[in-house]
């Protein structure tokens, strides 16, 4: 009976899993044009950054708590990497160093809004709506037009590749669009753990990411997010909210009042990963809460006229994922598992009893069945990156079976959390990046992912002290 149950819930699980991504194939060959455009325009001598187009405005909020070691950094990309954006710092009540980096990293460009204890360290949306409070002022006192300023989010390890400004900004010519989410990359990818993670944002997240183009609601992130300063207007005076996953929520909203999000295959974002696995459950779990605690707005969704049917459908599936997916195949695959170890798997007699060529063609048969999924991933991940090879990410998609781990042990720790009413978050810690030069400012290498190298402005010597004590 037990057995019946299990095996029609696995049923289940997969049936939901194809049908919420079988859409998305047109998103993995959208990456393969696209990526091979992007290849092509990398592989030649590097671009000199331009200029914005002409009548855009690009704001760049950076929020940061304790961030010595890697704003300075930061601030310096987007300073000769970026023409034409204008830095907004929001330093949430640090007490180390990260103010006075980031001023000296702008040299005068950079403004640096500083929030005090009690009102700081009350989560990320907090920080960011006061820093759109200051965009917002610039913009009255400029007389700029909010439909044609953009407000992008950007952490404080965060490095957009050159143009990647320039390159979004073009996307906004569509009056419906009103934000855009870059793809990112993770940093160190020498590390099996970092490798995992970009396999994930670099593979899986674009076959989600890249599919839902065509429905207009791709999620925004917390790290190269693009939003039209009329659409976050139109949400509120603080469209951050207080979820633990802000990002996520803002999509909603924008989607609730009509407005199309999109991404692009022109430029990305990349990150520092985590290797510390009590730092990634940590993260994980958060993401999870914050995503599960999102499907009371759901309702919001189908009352929502305004917002396009297409999207309202995906968005729904999108919030389901965890409930529908996640948690129950984490269960059917232990209970499968634990009855193979005690020799009691399907009955395949008939197939055992056959000739040696019949077992064979069935293994296959069974194999490319259970893993035709983690295949095709590491195919789009191999087709989108050209420091791995093809034999290798095979080996690492067989091996996102026990990365799976992370992701169910997150889901059900949120759950834990979410029926104990515990909302509180604890900051993830950036690692120290290395200086690669002594004159200042150097040239990292590009990111071959792209036929050319990741351009990241490594921190030189500062003489300043960097007493980072984030948690």
Same mark, same amino acid.
């Given at each position: 009976?037990?057995?019946?149950?299990?095996?029609?819930?696995?049923?289940?699980?997969?049936?939901?899993?194809?049908?919420?991504?079988?859409?998305?194939?047109?998103?993995?060959?959208?990456?393969?044009?696209?990526?091979?455009?992007?290849?092509?325009?990398?592989?030649?001598?590097?671009?000199?950054?331009?200029?914005?187009?002409?009548?855009?405005?690009?704001?760049?909020?950076?929020?940061?708590?304790?961030?010595?070691?890697?704003?300075?950094?930061?601030?310096?990309?987007?300073?000769?990497?970026?023409?034409?954006?204008?830095?907004?710092?929001?330093?949430?009540?640090?007490?180390?160093?990260?103010?006075?980096?980031?001023?000296?990293?702008?040299?005068?460009?950079?403004?640096?809004?500083?929030?005090?204890?009690?009102?700081?360290?009350?989560?990320?949306?907090?920080?960011?709506?006061?820093?759109?409070?200051?965009?917002?002022?610039?913009?009255?006192?400029?007389?700029?037009?909010?439909?044609?300023?953009?407000?992008?989010?950007?952490?404080?390890?965060?490095?957009?590749?050159?143009?990647?400004?320039?390159?979004?900004?073009?996307?906004?010519? &569509?009056?419906?669009?009103?934000?855009?989410?870059?793809?990112?990359?993770?940093?160190?990818?020498?590390?099996?753990?970092?490798?995992?993670?970009?396999?994930?944002?670099?593979?899986?997240?674009?076959?989600?990411?890249?599919?839902?183009? &065509?429905?207009?609601?791709?999620?925004?992130?917390?790290?190269?997010?693009?939003?039209?300063?009329?659409?976050?207007?139109?949400?509120?005076?603080?469209?951050?909210?207080? $979820?633990?996953?802000?990002?996520?929520?803002?999509?909603?909203?924008?989607?609730?009042?009509?407005?199309?999000?999109?991404?692009?295959?022109?430029?990305?974002?990349?990150?520092?990963?985590?290797?510390?696995?009590?730092?990634?459950?940590?993260?994980?779990?958060?993401?999870?809460?914050?995503?599960?605690?999102?499907? &009371?707005?759901?309702?919001?969704?189908?009352?929502?006229?305004?917002?396009?049917?297409?999207?309202?459908?995906?968005?729904?599936?999108?919030?389901?994922?965890?409930?529908?997916?996640?948690?129950?195949?984490?269960?059917?695959?232990?209970?499968?598992?634990?009855?193979?170890?005690?020799?009691?798997?399907?009955?395949? $007699?008939?197939?055992?009893?056959?000739?040696?060529?019949?077992?064979?063609?069935?293994?296959?048969?069974?194999?490319?069945?259970?893993?035709?999924?983690?295949?095709?991933?590491?195919?789009?991940?191999?087709?989108?990156?050209?420091?791995?090879?093809?034999?290798?990410?095979?080996?690492?998609?067989?091996?996102?079976?026990?990365?799976?781990?992370?992701?169910?042990?997150?889901?059900?720790?949120?759950?834990?959390?979410?029926?104990?009413?515990?909302?509180?978050?604890?900051?993830?810690?950036?690692?120290?990046?290395?200086?690669?030069?002594?004159?200042?400012?150097?040239? &990292?290498?590009?990111?071959?992912?792209?036929?050319?190298?990741?351009?990241?402005?490594?921190?030189?010597?500062?003489?300043?002290?960097?007493?980072?004590?984030?948690?």
């Amino acid at each position: 009976m037990l057995d019946a149950i299990v095996r029609n819930v696995g049923l289940v699980v997969i049936v939901i899993t194809l049908a919420y991504n079988g859409p998305f194939v047109s998103g993995v060959l959208l990456a393969r044009r696209c990526d091979a455009s992007l290849r092509g325009q990398l592989a030649r001598k590097a671009e000199t950054p331009v200029d914005l187009p002409p009548g855009w405005d690009v704001f760049v909020l950076v929020p940061c708590l304790n961030e010595a070691r890697v704003i300075a950094h930061t601030v310096r990309c987007l300073r000769e990497l970026q023409p034409g954006v204008r830095a907004v710092v929001i330093d949430d009540g640090s007490d180390d160093d990260t103010a006075l980096l980031a001023e000296a990293a702008g040299g005068g460009r950079v403004a640096v809004v500083q929030r005090i204890v009690p009102e700081a360290r009350r989560g990320k949306g907090a920080a960011l709506n006061t820093g759109l409070r200051h965009v917002r002022c610039r913009v009255r006192e400029e007389g700029l037009d909010p439909a044609r300023v953009l407000v992008c989010v950007l952490d404080a390890d965060g490095r957009m590749t050159p143009r990647a400004a320039a390159r979004v900004a073009a996307l906004f010519e &569509a009056p419906e669009v009103g934000g855009v989410q870059l793809a990112v990359r993770i940093r160190g990818r020498g590390h099996v753990a970092l490798r995992f993670q970009d396999f994930e944002f670099w593979g899986l997240s674009a076959i989600s990411q890249f599919g839902r183009v &065509a429905s207009g609601s791709v999620s925004m992130g917390g790290n190269g997010q693009f939003t039209r300063l009329s659409a976050l207007d139109g949400v509120g005076e603080r469209p951050w909210s207080d $979820s633990l996953t802000e990002d996520l929520d803002l999509g909603i909203s924008l989607a609730v009042r009509g407005w199309t999000v999109t991404s692009t295959t022109g430029a990305y974002v990349s990150q520092q990963g985590l290797t510390d696995p009590r730092r990634l459950l940590r993260q994980r779990t958060r993401w999870y809460q914050g995503h599960m605690s999102a499907i &009371a707005r759901v309702p919001e969704l189908w009352a929502s006229s305004g917002i396009r049917r297409k999207t309202r459908i995906e968005l729904t599936g999108y919030l389901l994922i965890p409930y529908l997916i996640t948690l129950p195949w984490s269960l059917a695959q232990q209970y499968l598992l634990l009855r193979l170890a005690w020799g009691h798997g399907p009955e395949l $007699s008939a197939v055992a009893d056959g000739p040696w060529w019949v077992r064979i063609l069935s293994g296959l048969g069974c194999y490319v069945l259970a893993f035709a999924g983690y295949l095709t991933l590491a195919l789009v991940y191999w087709r989108r990156t050209d420091d791995l090879p093809l034999w290798k990410c095979l080996l690492y998609s067989q091996a996102q079976v026990l990365w799976n781990y992370v992701s169910f042990i997150a889901g059900w720790r949120a759950v834990g959390r979410m029926l104990t009413l515990r909302t509180t978050w604890t900051k993830t810690e950036r690692a120290e990046e290395a200086p690669v030069a002594t004159n200042g400012t150097a040239a &990292a290498p590009y990111d071959r992912a792209v036929g050319r190298r990741d351009t990241v402005l490594q921190e030189g010597a500062l003489g300043a002290r960097q007493n980072s004590r984030g948690h």
